[in-house]
C-alpha cells in the first residue's frame, strides 16, 4: 500500500511540471516587438513572403488557408509573430477595447499546429479591410517600407513586398471570393490614392501588440503627409505615384519601367470596376427580389460610381502625358507597344492586339466569361459612354451600347 502510494505521489509531482491545456495560448511569447524585429519583420517579408505561401504542401499550417486580400494581409503579420514566437494583437470589432490575441485559449484541444491554422482561420472571420482602419496607422511616404500595407477600406488591401532601386511599392494581393489560391505580386503601386475623410486608407502600418490599444495618432512614425499631398495634387495617381517613386528610389526611373507600372496599374484599376459594377447588379436583382424598384439615395451613393469613372479618365489621360513626354515609341520596347496598341488612333496589326489582350483583359463582372480589351475601354472612356448609374443593364455600364441611358429612377 505505501508503494503505491509512493507512486501516485511521484505521478502527482511529474504531473505539476506539465503545463496545463487548460491554459494554453496559441502559442508562447518569447520575444517582444521593437525596432530590431521590426526591422527582422521586413527583411522576413521581403525573402519568404512568397506567392505560394498559401498552396505550398511543404508548409502544413498554412496549407489551402482559405483567404481574401484583408485575410492575407493579417496573415502576413500572424505568421512572423507565430514563427518568431512575437505577440499578435487586433482590435476585436464584436467587443469594444478587447483586443484578439494570441494568447486566447479557445483551442486548448488541439495540438499547437492546429490551434494556430484555427487562429488564423478565427482572425479572418473577425477582420476585414474595415478592421484595418484599427489595427493599423498611416505613415510618411518616404517611410514605406515592406512589410506596411495599403488599405482602401470596405474595397481592397494590399501587402507591401518590397521597394524596388527606382522607389517603387511592388504589392501582393488576394481576392475575393475567400479561397485557397496563390497571391498576386505586382511590381507596381497599389492603385489608390489617399482620400478617405478619416484617414483610415493609404500606405500604413500594423500596430505593435503593446500599442494596439493607443491612437493612431500616437504610434511611432505617423503620418498625415500622404493625405495632404493626394488632395494638393487633385487625387491623381501618376503624380502621386511620380513623388513616391522619387522619395523611396535610390536612382530615377526608366521611361520604360514607368510605362509598365502605370499599364499595370490601369489594368488592375479597370479590373477592380468589375467588382463595383457586379455589387450594384446583384443589389439591384435583390431589391427588385423584394417589390422595389428603384433603389434609394444610400443605396444609389453606395453603389454608383461617378467618382472612380471620373478617376478611371483621368488615369488614362494621365498615362497619355507620361507617353507624350516620352516622345516616339521606341519599337524594341514591350511597355511601350503594349501603350501604343491602347493609344494610338489607328487600329493595330493583330499581332500587336493579340500581345496586349494577354497582357491584359478587362473582365466585365466577376463569375463570367464577360472581357473588353483595353483599348476598346479607353475608348470608351475618351467617348464618354460609360454609364455609373447603378441601375443601368451591364453593357451600358461599360459603354457598350452607346445610346443615353434612362432608368426611370431618381439619380441622386
Known amino acids: 500500500m505505501k508503494k503505491i502510494f509512493g507512486l501516485y505521489c511521484i505521478l502527482l509531482v511529474l504531473l505539476s511540471f506539465v503545463p496545463s491545456v487548460a491554459s494554453a495560448d496559441v502559442w508562447p511569447e518569447e520575444n517582444q516587438w521593437d525596432d530590431m524585429w521590426e526591422g527582422r519583420y521586413r ?8 506567392d505560394d505561401i498559401f498552396m505550398n504542401p511543404a508548409k502544413p499550417i498554412y ?55 484555427q487562429f488564423m482561420n478565427y482572425v479572418a472571420d473577425m477582420t476585414s479591410s474595415e478592421s484595418l482602419r484599427n489595427d493599423t496607422y ?97 487625387y491623381d495617381y501618376v503624380a502621386f505615384t511620380d513623388i513616391i517613386s522619387k522619395k523611396l528610389g535610390k536612382r530615377e526611373e526608366k521611361p520604360d519601367e514607368k510605362t509598365m507600372r502605370l499599364l499595370l496599374a490601369l489594368c ?74 491602347v493609344f494610338s488612333n489607328d487600329q493595330p496589326p493583330p499581332q500587336e492586339m493579340k500581345s496586349l489582350n494577354n497582357f491584359c483583359m478587362v473582365q466585365m463582372t466577376l463569375g463570367e466569361e464577360y472581357y473588353m480589351t483595353l483599348r476598346e475601354l479607353r475608348q470608351n472612356v475618351d467617348a464618354a459612354s460609360l454609364v455609373s448609374d447603378p441601375h443601368a443593364p451591364l453593357p451600358f455600364r461599360w459603354g457598350v451600347v452607346k445610346e443615353p441611358f434612362n432608368s426611370g429612377c431618381p439619380s441622386y
Open 268 to 341: 488592375m484599376y479597370a479590373n477592380d470596376r468589375s467588382v463595383y459594377v457586379y455589387d450594384a447588379l446583384w443589389y439591384l436583382q435583390k431589391i427588385r427580389g423584394e417589390g422595389r424598384r428603384c433603389m434609394n439615395a444610400k443605396e444609389y451613393d453606395d453603389h454608383s460610381t461617378p467618382g472612380r469613372d471620373k478617376r478611371l479618365k483621368m488615369f488614362f489621360d494621365s498615362i497619355r502625358r507620361h507617353l507624350d513626354r516620352v516622345g516616339r515609341f521606341d519599337p524594341r520596347s514591350q511597355p511601350a507597344r503594349w501603350a501604343k496598341a
Open 43 to 50: 527583411d522576413w517579408v521581403k525573402t519568404n513572403w512568397k
Open 138 to 234: 498611416p505613415v510618411a511616404l518616404n517611410d514605406i517600407k515592406p512589410g506596411d500595407v495599403y488599405v482602401a477600406p470596405g474595397v481592397h488591401s494590399y501587402q507591401i513586398a518590397d521597394v524596388t532601386d527606382a522607389g517603387i511599392a511592388e504589392v501582393m494581393a488576394s481576392t475575393t471570393p475567400k479561397q485557397a489560391r496563390y497571391l498576386l505580386r505586382t511590381p507596381s503601386f497599389p492603385f489608390y490614392v489617399p482620400e478617405d475623410k478619416r484617414l483610415g486608407d493609404g500606405y500604413r502600418r500594423f500596430k505593435q501588440a503593446q500599442n494596439i490599444g493607443r491612437p493612431a495618432s500616437q504610434q511611432p512614425g505617423y503620418s498625415e503627409e500622404q493625405f495632404r499631398l493626394a488632395a494638393d495634387l487633385n
Open 63 to 117: 496549407y489551402k488557408f482559405e483567404n481574401d486580400c484583408a485575410d492575407a494581409v493579417y496573415a502576413m503579420r500572424l505568421i512572423f509573430s507565430f514563427e518568431n514566437r512575437l505577440p499578435f494583437a487586433i482590435n476585436n470589432r464584436d467587443k469594444a477595447g478587447q483586443v484578439i490575441s494570441n494568447r486566447m485559449n479557445m483551442w486548448d484541444n488541439l495540438a499547437p499546429p492546429q490551434r494556430v491554422r
